[in-house]
């Protein structure tokens, strides 16, 4: 059987162009003195969330790598909302591209919050999520986080971004 092998070219797409992450697959980069728990939550998609233990602080960080195609994406992040919540920045290979406020009055379940960046390039990428401060009614730092996903957004190409 004679079979002809074929040169790889930059059009031939081997990354993904969506991606999932739970919590619990994040480590710890920066602070969080007490510690992370995974906590089972039947009301919260999912069943879990995971949350700081004690000595929540501005400078609490988690990070994971995501691999992905470069293009236009949004990236969702599912949580919940309180009265004890702070402010995160998501970055990507260290450059700041959102900031959520996770306060509110009462407890929130599945709450979702986006923000849509664009990948510059195809492969790993260093994605952290740092607490940088809190609303002014909020009593802590706290953040209560499920999952993150990234879609590719339908008006992005690989030829034209």
């Known amino acids: 059987m004679n079979r002809a092998l074929r040169t790889i070219t930059e059009n031939d797409n081997f990354f993904p162009q ?54 236009i994406y949004t990236m969702s ?27 509110n009055a009462s407890l929130v379940r599945n709450t979702v919050k986006t923000a ?6 195809s492969g790993r990428h260093l994605l952290r999520m740092e607490v940088i401060s809190k609303n002014a009614s909020s009593s802590s730092y706290l953040y209560s986080l499920t999952a993150v996903w990234f879609n590719r957004n339908t008006r992005s190409s690989r030829l034209n971004v």
């Open 18 to 71: 969506d991606a999932w992450l739970f919590l619990h697959q994040f480590q710890i980069a920066g602070g969080h003195s007490g510690g992370i728990i995974h906590s089972l939550d039947a009301a919260q998609k999912f069943a879990f969330f995971s949350q700081q233990t004690s000595g929540q602080a501005v400078g609490d960080a988690l990070e994971t790598s995501v691999v992905l195609d470069r293009g």
């Open 116 to 121: 849509e960046l664009n990948i510059a390039y």
């Open 77 to 103: 992040v599912l949580g919940m909302v309180f009265s004890s919540y702070g402010i995160l920045n998501w970055m990507l290979d260290g450059n700041v591209f959102a900031q959520h406020d996770w306060y």
